[in-house]
């Protein structure tokens, strides 16, 4: 029987599944405490303590299970409908919000030897999936028959489209730099010394990422679809418990996966800031996920740290810094690109003539 256990565990599709099972729920755990974390930073920032009563883990980080006592309260909480609403469209729109936000992660090489799908094609996978989030917008304001959840689908669905574009350019010039869409060897093209990081030689289009995935997430001060001064909350204001939180749920995965694949596409991914400074057998020298984690984790803290600084932009503001701004700059440094390419500088010395 032991020997049938085990076989069956070794079996690859059993191993994709356990894998699947193990970072859906690390997803979620790291919503949870993100939240908690965005409350407590931004607390610190504001001179102010945060959550501090619910808990404690031998009397040090008090709070610390604020995060699972939201989730309770929204559990039991009733969830309304409506009664005009489209009940079957109001109920999967939390669902296509969230389900590509946990999708998406089965191409992320989470460290040399670990990626749930390593699939050629990872990059077109991450474009198609990341773009499915705008449905779920859409069909939650609309299916509410609100005049308010629709006037907030609307502008997101207007913000998303425009930031999308200047992300696809940017992610256009990681596919030149790279000359993969395979994510693995996206991260592997960028091995040697932190010189060699698409960050460097994409300074640009790593900005725009940033910033875009900043207004794709609808964070602040980007968070035009929520404004409580408004349209009282946005395309979820009739939402409400488990449905309520599914869209939770779905803003903070999304950031975990902008953060994520900022650090595939820009900043190394798994590889170690101390490659080529230290020896190979040191094991700050040694890729892995610990260092995926920790760029993650700087990325989570930027979202934290501007949504305590920056005031909301208007409407107008944010449609023109899009359009007029982020997609011109990216298309000029593609061109920037093919010409250092045509030259053989910086990534592309290897493929010069």
Do not use: C
Not at 58 to 86: C, H, S, T, Y
Not at 306 to 323: E, H, K, N, S, V
């Amino acid at each position: 029987m032991l020997q049938l256990l085990l076989d069956f565990l070794t079996l690859p599709i059993v191993q994709t599944t356990l894998w699947i099972l193990v970072v859906t729920i690390s997803v979620i755990l790291a919503v949870a405490f993100s939240v908690l974390f965005e409350r407590k930073i931004i607390g610190w920032m504001q001179l102010r303590k945060g959550p501090n009563r619910v808990g404690s883990l031998f009397g040090f980080w008090p709070g610390v299970f604020q995060a699972f006592a939201d989730v309770l309260k929204l559990l039991i909480k009733e969830v309304v409908v409506p009664a005009r609403a489209n009940k079957v469209l109001f109920a999967i729109a939390p669902i296509i919000a969230l389900v590509p936000a946990l999708a998406t992660w089965a191409v992320v090489p989470l460290s040399p030897e670990l990626v749930i799908a390593d699939i050629d094609a990872g990059l077109l996978y991450v474009l198609a999936l990341t773009s499915m989030g705008v449905y779920g917008v859409i069909i939650a304001g609309w299916a509410a028959n609100s005049k308010y959840a629709f006037l907030g689908a609307m502008r997101s669905a207007a913000q998303i489209v425009a930031y999308e574009i200047a992300m696809g350019f940017a992610l256009v010039g990681v596919l030149m730099a790279s000359g993969s869409l395979n994510l693995g060897e996206i991260v592997q093209g960028q091995a040697g010394r932190p010189l060699s990081w698409n960050v460097v030689w994409l300074f640009p289009l790593t900005i725009v990422y940033i910033i875009s995935g900043v207004a794709e997430t609808n964070r602040a001060p980007f968070d035009v679809a929520e404004g409580e001064s408004e349209i009282v909350a946005g395309f979820h204001v009739e939402y409400s418990g488990i449905a309520f939180a599914l869209f939770f749920l779905a803003e903070y995965a999304n950031m975990l996966l902008i953060s994520a694949l900022t650090a595939v596409f820009f900043f190394g991914g798994w590889l170690s800031p101390f490659d080529g400074y230290l020896p190979a057998d040191s094991w700050l020298a040694q890729p892995s996920f610990l260092w995926l984690g920790i760029k993650i984790s700087a990325n989570m803290f930027l979202y934290f740290w501007l949504r305590a600084t920056f005031p909301r932009y208007r409407y107008d503001q944010i449609m023109r810094l899009g359009w007029k701004v982020l997609i011109p700059v990216t298309l000029v440094w593609i061109a920037v690109e093919g010409v250092m390419a045509h030259f053989g500088v910086g990534p592309w010395r290897a493929f010069s003539p």
